[in-house]
């Protein structure tokens, strides 16, 4: 696109509340917007009210799709919505989410735009020599990092949830919302949304827990979970578990860690016959301490880890609830 | 039900990080030649929600991968799972170029198969784990898509397909022709039979080159700037003990001293 100037940023809102990657999106969007010395833009299917708690977090103008069809994400009208929303506000870089919606979304916008993608990223950088955005994402499950731009403008780039840190609202900051009129006469979908379920294990999330204990393979069975619940319960922890204890049927997938499950960001996280493979270190290689307790001293976790114990769970995690338990009580 | 599933031959994604490293360009994260090659984990996916679909409905599936090599053996091996049929694009330059230009040889080649109900792809690559491809092809066949479906069935003429979404699920009807991408919870792939090995290995692969499919050239969008190993060196404190319940207060103690329970 000729003329592409500006970020701009596609807000999630669900159930009527702004998702908090609409805020991680601005904030990543302003630092870049700043470097590149242009405006902060956003587009939003939405309220007028979620439009302005935008402006406060930093956009300088809002694009506000008020149209009812859009009220629920069906991608079918979402992608002409969001392609004729870019075609006018010409923005050199789109952020999106890299959650359902985006990865829906992103790929098939960049097909109709004619430009790159970036999808995954954990981190954004201006380069001013090029002009392009750098974006870092994990690839080979995590075990390399490519640091890539997308050919052509605008520059599409989903971001992986709590990547980035949030704009902080600024009450009484000022910016435009407006009104932007979609055209959906062309679209006759050809799939519906029958029914939307929440479905959580557990009351707290893995994303926000400050302490996750996970379990793997060398659990051996569903039953053994139990372990991690007692010491979970004494914690304050939720219950995480790899790809295979998912995949092998014995917990929900909800509760999978790693590069395709749950993202967490814990000042604990406890692996319990867990291998370490790079796809289930993506999902926990930010915590700030990680304990590995495995009967395998060659596993990759002990690499990983900050402390870790070689030995049996089963004798070992019952101790260490107890000890927890008669340390907090002091 | 015709069903075309979208295969991707990759290094083992379960293979350590010390069997790899990153090529002197900076571009290549290359394996050790005693790297197995093998199916991309979320194509076999893929494949298992095909040959369910397929138990229950009846037709054909057919398998298609685009690669620069003759990968006939991995087909055969992977029809011996139970697909009927396999496509091979085989061509280097159509081969090296992203996820984009995949899709545009892929959209090529169902163009060319021409009959079909349904289209599944595995919802990441694990080697790029871009995600990509899939939606883009849908895209370029004007099909509705849905991505990370975890279930799908066909009832009443139509798919009924449950997605993942943050915190829960959503359900979606689909007219078909359509395109999914599969993650893995439900779709383990099976086994292949002794019957089906057999039947698989002689089996034709339908191969085309880049000019069966009227391409010359196809664009890449996505610039690489580097490629790089993350720096993840921790110091583990190994906890060793007369015994596994000294060893647990042990640690207990030493996540206290550190501020963390």
Redesign the interface.
């Known amino acids: 696109m000729a003329d592409a100037r500006g970020v701009l940023v596609l807000a999630e809102q669900?159930d009527g509340k702004l998702?908090g990657i609409s805020f991680e999106l601005l904030g990543a969007g302003r630092k870049l917007a700043d470097q590149m010395g242009e405006p902060l833009l956003a587009a939003l299917a939405g309220s007028e009210a979620q439009a302005q708690e935008l402006v406060a977090a930093g956009a300088d103008r809002v694009y506000l799709l008020d149209d009812p069809a859009l009220g629920q994400f069906l991608?079918?009208t979402a992608l002409p919505a969001a392609e004729q929303v870019i075609r006018a506000a010409s923005p050199r870089l789109v952020l999106l989410g890299h959650?359902?919606t985006g990865?829906?979304l992103?790929?098939?916008l960049?097909?109709?735009l004619?430009?790159?993608?970036?999808?995954?990223v954990t981190a954004l950088s201006y380069d001013a020599a090029s002009g392009?955005v750098?974006a870092c994402?994990?690839?080979?499950?995590?075990?390399?990092?490519?640091?890539?731009?997308?050919?052509?403008r605008p520059q599409l780039v989903t971001v992986r949830p709590k990547a980035t840190e949030p704009a902080e609202p600024q009450p009484g900051r000022s910016g435009e919302v407006e009104r932007f009129a979609v055209d959906l006469s062309g679209v006759t979908?050809?799939?519906?949304?029958?029914?939307?379920?929440?479905?959580?294990a557990q009351t707290k999330?893995l994303e926000d827990a400050e302490?996750v204990v996970s379990g793997g393979r060398g659990l051996g069975g569903p039953e053994n979970f139990k372990y991690l619940e007692e010491l979970a319960d004494v914690?304050d922890a939720v219950v995480g578990a790899s790809?295979v204890a998912?995949?092998s049927g014995w917990v929900p997938?909800?509760m999978q860690v790693g590069?395709?499950g749950k993202i967490t960001s814990p000042?604990?996280y406890v692996a319990v016959g867990i291998s370490g493979?790079?796809?289930h270190?993506a999902g926990c290689?930010t915590a700030?301490?990680?304990?590995?307790i495995n009967t395998d001293p060659e596993a990759?976790i002990?690499?990983?880890?900050?402390?870790?114990?070689?030995?049996?769970f089963k004798?070992?995690?019952?101790?260490?609830t107890?000890?927890?338990r008669e340390?907090?009580q002091r | 039900m015709n069903i075309i599933v979208c295969v991707k031959r990759v290094p083992d994604p379960e293979a350590p990080a010390s069997q790899y490293r990153v090529d002197e360009a900076g571009q290549r994260f290359v394996p050790a030649r005693s790297v197995p090659l093998l199916t991309s984990t979320y194509d076999e996916s893929a494949l298992e929600a095909a040959l369910q679909l397929k138990d229950q409905h009846g037709g054909t599936v057919t398998l298609l991968s685009l690669n620069a090599e003759d990968v006939t053996e991995w087909l055969q091996e992977t029809l011996a799972t139970g697909a009927d049929e396999a496509v091979l694009v085989q061509d280097a330059g159509l081969a090296a170029g992203d996820s984009f230009a995949a899709a545009e040889v892929l959209a090529a080649a169902i163009r060319k198969i021409g009959d079909y109900d349904l289209v599944l792809c595995g919802r990441q690559a694990s080697d790029t784990d871009a995600g990509i491809t899939g939606p883009a092809l849908a895209e370029h066949l004007g099909l509705p898509s849905a991505s990370v479906v975890r279930k799908v069935s066909f009832e009443d003429g139509k798919l009924r397909v449950e997605r993942a979404i943050e915190d829960g699920y959503e359900v979606l009807e689909m007219e078909t022709p359509a395109l999914l991408t599969i993650t893995s919870e439900l779709y383990q792939l099976r086994y292949a039979t002794m019957p089906n090995i057999m039947a698989a290995s002689m089996k034709e692969i339908t191969t085309w080159s880049a000019a069966d499919l009227g391409l010359s050239d196809v664009a890449s969008r996505i610039r690489q700037a580097r490629l790089f190993q993350p720096e993840e060196r921790t110091e583990c404190e190994l906890i060793e003990a007369e015994s596994p319940e000294d060893a647990a207060r042990l640690l207990a103690q030493a996540l206290r001293a550190r501020g963390i329970i």
Not at chain 1, 137 to 152: D, H, I, R, T
Not at chain 1, 315 to 320: A, D, Q, S
């Open positions: 669900v998702a991608l079918e959650t359902s990865k829906d992103a790929p098939r960049a097909v109709r004619g430009v790159g993608l970036a999808t995954d392009d750098l994402k994990p690839v080979f499950g995590g075990m390399a990092v490519s640091e890539q731009a997308g050919l052509g979908p050809r799939s519906r949304v029958v029914e939307r379920v929440r479905e959580r999330r302490i914690l790809r998912v995949d997938s909800d590069l395709t000042k604990l493979a790079m796809q270190m290689s700030r301490t990680i304990v590995a990759a002990f690499e990983k880890a900050h402390f870790g114990i070689v030995g049996d004798k070992i995690l019952p101790p260490l107890e000890a927890c340390l907090r």
